[in-house]
């Protein structure tokens, strides 16, 4: 016991000491909150900009029409910049007109210019062309406005007072979205499939990083031959257990750093939004209770042991870092394609892709968290991922430990599968 | 009965393709300085490593001062120095001792102690510079032997085990390691060492052992072996150029010459007398230095018994 102690100290204290455990521990929470912070900024900035406001609308209908789509336009604002310019024309002058808008826009003096006539009365088709034309938040706008515009003229057509009109039309409806579990309410939804997304890629990322870790520190034993002085001193099952431990602890601590930091600075997340100058959205950090955050863990510590054990066996087999690459590259495949379904997740939690990927120990570690984070998952359905996972760990160990204890020994060419297949089957 | 430091009945260790060791049968006598020796590929390393219980023989029983190979407690008291050596590069020399000690059950203190003890020795730690703050990757190649010493010998073993130590040592750390061997004799404590250098262990071990394609040859003492083999070698040396080769190459007289250009050791031919030898090389005129009837060095002994089929076709050096 002293001895497996001895070992998971060495692993954790001379990794956590490394410049590079400091740096990426400084950064990560930087990053993650970067990663939740600038999509609700630029989700922010999809609201329309003041792009369309410096429209022309080219009035074609001789009805006015162009006026009162600018009103809808510039919206509830009565400032005269927000207003756009309303050219009326004749409909044969309009090609000519449109010439010089193209122009005014070439020479960025006005951003677009819209086009209205019969046609866009009788509801069929309107026209924009612009520099902000694939904007899809200031193409929105303005088709809404356009469709507000038509509405109104309708109603007037039916003898509506102005007034009425406008309370009619005028919808600021603001769509909030918010996440209910068997809990309750859970915060925004918006807010749940972040969480759930930062979840799945912190987990893929210590695996993918600390099974490296682990994979490079057997290759470094191997090579400099210390795997053999503590090989004479400690059964080969209690260096692996050590050198696991060891690794999935600092992984651990990083991540305990990486979450708490994180969860601080996006409290701190409407300061800096503030200064963004983002509007700060309707936005609560989703309800985690103790017991999903030990699950969580519980997740990584058993994900963690899964791929690292097998990483280990890869560095022990080979003699370089480039021959251990190569070697480890179904290992990546295995993370990468479980990688891959981590957004079609994210969209349909419940679904069969989901519920199937959250059995198999491959890729359960990652996408089980995920469906915790943005939907309830059944007690059964949780008891049977835990399950495999840890079947598949034995499994892993076992494997690991047989190929570990005869790889750290063969030197030379790289053994084919055969020949670690017969390793298996060694005493010892 | 005498309580050996390492009692090998019967072992055998079989890999898929080759059968490393054969039937060995060994017996080490506690605080005596044992040489392992053979060719590359013989089954030294493997045969080290079942002693070290890094791997388990398929037959055949192992014991160290009185217990089973795999008891825990006897791991401790023994120290390994293996063929090829290296440390955690990126780690302090001080933390690398420290942790190879704890590996061997001694306490974080007395490791310490121990440690810089050992680093002053050693000449590691002076009153300019203490290279037990720096990493293992800052010191010379030299310095990095001295600190696997170290590490070898920092929990004060029984039995220390050194695979092939002078290979790739320069002068100063050889004699260092030689001085080392001679103390721990000294204090009673058993050397045993794999080597294919035969003047080393001639000089070096109280007993042999010559192993090849994975089987014992020979072993005993050194005088044994030495007495057994007979006093049929001479010592011949010449001054100046000389035309002795054909009479080298008689069959009638000698059996196998090892020429070293002005010295050869002769074995001479069974039944052959040695006064006609000397006879014939006068009459050639050859200008004699030294002309002595002697035991047979290792050297020749290993040749003798070994020869060059003791080889194995393709195999590494870690037999």
Same mark, same amino acid.
């Given at each position: 016991?002293?001895?497996?102690?001895?070992?998971?100290?060495?692993?954790?204290l001379?990794?956590?000491?490394?410049k590079?455990?400091?740096?990426?521990?400084?950064?990560?929470p930087?990053?993650?909150?970067?990663?939740?912070?600038?999509?609700?900024?630029?989700?922010?900035?999809?609201?329309?900009?003041?792009?369309?406001?410096?429209?022309?609308?080219?009035?074609?209908?001789?009805?006015?029409? &162009?006026?009162?789509?600018?009103?809808?336009?510039?919206?509830?604002?009565?400032?005269?910049?927000?207003?756009?310019?309303?050219?009326?024309?004749a409909? !044969?002058?309009?090609?000519?007109?449109?010439?010089?808008?193209?122009?005014?826009?070439?020479?960025?003096?006005?951003?677009?210019?819209?086009?209205?006539?019969?046609?866009?009365?009788? &509801?069929?088709?309107?026209r924009?062309?612009?520099?902000?034309?694939?904007s899809?938040?200031?193409?929105?706008?303005?088709?809404?406005?356009?469709?507000?515009?038509?509405?109104?003229?309708?109603?007037?057509?039916?003898?509506?007072s102005?007034?009425?009109?406008?309370?009619?039309?005028?919808?600021?409806?603001?769509?909030?979205?918010?996440r209910?579990?068997?809990?309750?309410?859970?915060?925004?939804?918006?807010?749940?499939?972040?969480?759930?997304?930062?979840?799945?890629f912190l987990l893929?990322?210590?695996?993918?990083?600390?099974?490296?870790?682990?994979m490079?520190?057997?290759?470094?034993e191997?090579?400099?031959?210390?795997?053999?002085?503590?090989?004479?001193?400690?059964?080969?099952?209690?260096?692996?257990?050590?050198?696991?431990?060891?690794?999935g602890?600092v992984?651990?601590?990083?991540?305990?750093?990486?979450?708490a930091?994180?969860y601080?600075?996006?409290?701190l997340?409407?300061?800096?939004?503030?200064?963004?100058?983002?509007?700060?959205? !309707?936005?609560?950090?989703?309800?985690?209770?103790?017991?999903?955050?030990?699950?969580?863990?519980?997740?990584f510590?058993?994900?963690?042991i899964?791929?690292?054990?097998?990483?280990?066996?890869?560095?022990?087999s080979?003699n370089?870092?480039?021959?251990?690459?190569?070697a480890?590259?179904?290992?990546?495949?295995?993370?990468?394609?479980t990688?891959?379904?981590?957004?079609?997740?994210?969209? !349909?939690?419940t679904?069969?892709?989901?519920?199937?990927?959250?059995?198999?120990?491959?890729?359960?570690?990652?996408i089980?968290?995920?469906?915790?984070?943005?939907?309830?998952?059944?007690?059964?359905e949780?008891?049977?991922?835990?399950?495999?996972?840890a079947?598949?760990?034995l499994?892993?160990?076992?494997?690991?430990?047989?190929?570990?204890?005869?790889?750290?020994?063969?030197?030379g060419?790289?053994?084919?599968?055969?020949?670690?297949?017969?390793w298996?089957?060694?005493?010892? | 009965? %005498?309580?050996?430091a390492?009692?090998?009945?019967?072992? %055998?260790?079989?890999?898929?393709?080759?059968?490393?060791? $054969?039937?060995?049968?060994?017996?080490?006598?506690?605080?005596?300085?044992?040489?392992?020796?053979?060719?590359?590929g013989?089954?030294?390393t493997? %045969?080290?490593?079942?002693?070290l219980?890094?791997?388990?023989?398929?037959s055949?029983?192992?014991h160290?001062?009185?217990r089973? #190979?795999?008891?825990?407690?006897?791991?401790?008291?023994?120290?390994?120095?293996?063929?090829?050596?290296?440390?955690?590069?990126?780690?302090?020399?001080?933390?690398? +001792?420290?942790?190879?000690?704890?590996?061997?059950?001694?306490?974080?203190?007395?490791?310490?102690?121990?440690?810089?003890?050992?680093?002053?020795?050693?000449?590691?730690?002076?009153?300019?510079?203490?290279?037990? +703050?720096?990493?293992?990757?800052?010191?010379?190649? =030299?310095?990095?032997?001295?600190?696997?010493?170290?590490?070898?010998?920092?929990?004060?073993?029984?039995?220390?085990?050194?695979?092939?130590?002078? #290979?790739?040592?320069?002068?100063?750390?050889?004699?260092?390691?030689?001085?080392?061997?001679?103390?721990?004799? $000294?204090?009673?404590?058993?050397?045993?060492?794999?080597?294919?250098?035969?003047?080393n262990?001639e000089?070096?071990?109280?007993?042999v052992?010559?192993?090849?394609?994975?089987?014992?040859?020979?072993?005993?003492?050194?005088?044994?072996?030495?007495?057994?083999?007979?006093?049929?070698?001479?010592?011949?040396?010449?001054?100046?150029?000389?035309?002795?080769?054909?009479? +080298? $190459?008689?069959? #009638? +007289?000698?059996k196998?010459?090892?020429?070293?250009n002005?010295f050869?050791?002769?074995?001479m031919?069974?039944?052959?007398?040695?006064?006609?030898?000397?006879? $014939?090389?006068?009459?050639? =005129?050859?200008?004699?230095?030294?002309?002595?009837?002697?035991?047979?060095?290792?050297h020749?002994?290993?040749?003798?018994?070994?020869?060059a089929?003791?080889?194995?076709?393709?195999?590494?050096?870690?037999g």
């Amino acid at each position: 016991m002293a001895k497996l102690w001895a070992i998971i100290k060495r692993e954790y204290l001379e990794r956590v000491r490394s410049k590079w455990f400091l740096i990426a521990t400084f950064f990560g929470p930087i990053f993650f909150s970067a990663i939740i912070i600038v999509p609700a900024w630029l989700a922010s900035r999809s609201k329309a900009t003041s792009d369309v406001y410096n429209t022309t609308i080219l009035d074609a209908t001789g009805t006015g029409f &162009g006026h009162r789509l600018a009103v809808n336009i510039a919206g509830d604002s009565t400032s005269s910049t927000k207003m756009p310019v309303v050219k009326v024309v004749a409909p !044969n002058e309009l090609s000519q007109a449109e010439s010089v808008a193209v122009h005014e826009v070439m020479r960025k003096e006005r951003s677009g210019y819209v086009v209205v006539n019969q046609q866009t009365i009788a &509801g069929e088709s309107a026209r924009y062309a612009g520099a902000n034309a694939t904007s899809i938040a200031d193409m929105a706008q303005i088709k809404e406005a356009i469709r507000r515009t038509i509405l109104a003229s309708r109603l007037e057509q039916v003898g509506l007072s102005d007034q009425k009109m406008k309370e009619i039309t005028f919808i600021p409806l603001d769509f909030s979205t918010e996440r209910v579990t068997e809990r309750g309410r859970a915060g925004s939804g918006m807010a749940s499939v972040l969480f759930g997304f930062a979840i799945g890629f912190l987990l893929y990322l210590s695996i993918v990083i600390y099974g490296q870790t682990i994979m490079s520190g057997v290759l470094e034993e191997k090579t400099t031959r210390v795997a053999e002085v503590v090989m004479s001193s400690v059964p080969t099952d209690t260096l692996l257990a050590g050198k696991v431990l060891g690794v999935g602890a600092v992984g651990l601590t990083q991540q305990i750093i990486w979450i708490a930091t994180t969860y601080i600075l996006l409290k701190l997340r409407a300061p800096i939004m503030a200064k963004l100058g983002a509007p700060t959205m !309707n936005f609560s950090l989703p309800d985690i209770s103790l017991a999903a955050g030990i699950l969580f863990l519980l997740f990584f510590l058993l994900g963690f042991i899964f791929y690292s054990s097998l990483y280990a066996a890869v560095g022990s087999s080979v003699n370089s870092e480039s021959e251990a690459r190569q070697a480890a590259s179904p290992l990546m495949i295995m993370i990468v394609s479980t990688g891959v379904f981590i957004q079609p997740v994210l969209l !349909n939690p419940t679904g069969t892709t989901a519920k199937v990927l959250s059995l198999i120990p491959i890729s359960s570690p990652i996408i089980m968290p995920i469906r915790m984070a943005v939907t309830g998952v059944p007690p059964l359905e949780l008891a049977g991922s835990l399950f495999f996972l840890a079947i598949g760990c034995l499994a892993a160990l076992w494997l690991a430990s047989r190929i570990y204890r005869v790889g750290l020994l063969m030197y030379g060419k790289r053994p084919t599968m055969k020949e670690m297949a017969r390793w298996v089957s060694y005493a010892k | 009965m %005498t309580e050996y430091a390492i009692d090998i009945v019967n072992v %055998t260790k079989r890999y898929a393709e080759h059968t490393a060791v $054969r039937d060995l049968t060994l017996r080490v006598p506690t605080g005596s300085v044992y040489g392992l020796l053979g060719p590359n590929g013989a089954g030294k390393t493997t %045969t080290i490593r079942m002693i070290l219980n890094i791997i388990a023989p398929d037959s055949g029983s192992i014991h160290i001062f009185g217990r089973r #190979s795999d008891d825990p407690k006897i791991t401790e008291r023994l120290g390994y120095l293996p063929e090829e050596r290296g440390l955690y590069r990126k780690m302090q020399v001080r933390r690398v +001792l420290k942790f190879l000690a704890e590996l061997k059950g001694v306490n974080g203190r007395t490791a310490e102690s121990r440690i810089d003890e050992w680093l002053e020795r050693l000449s590691l730690k002076t009153a300019e510079k203490d290279w037990g +703050l720096a990493k293992i990757d800052e010191l010379s190649r =030299g310095m990095q032997q001295k600190v696997q010493f170290i590490g070898t010998l920092l929990h004060d073993p029984d039995l220390v085990i050194l695979d092939e130590p002078f #290979s790739g040592l320069d002068p100063i750390n050889a004699q260092a390691l030689k001085d080392t061997v001679v103390d721990l004799k $000294r204090r009673g404590k058993t050397v045993i060492f794999s080597t294919h250098l035969m003047d080393n262990a001639e000089r070096l071990c109280d007993s042999v052992c010559i192993i090849a394609r994975g089987e014992k040859v020979l072993d005993g003492t050194v005088t044994d072996v030495k007495e057994e083999h007979g006093q049929r070698n001479i010592a011949l040396a010449l001054d100046g150029e000389s035309m002795v080769g054909e009479i +080298l $190459r008689d069959h #009638s +007289l000698v059996k196998r010459v090892d020429d070293s250009n002005r010295f050869f050791e002769i074995e001479m031919a069974p039944g052959a007398d040695p006064q006609a030898l000397l006879k $014939r090389i006068v009459d050639s =005129g050859a200008s004699i230095q030294r002309f002595e009837m002697i035991q047979p060095s290792l050297h020749q002994i290993f040749l003798q018994k070994v020869g060059a089929s003791g080889v194995e076709e393709g195999m590494t050096g870690h037999g």
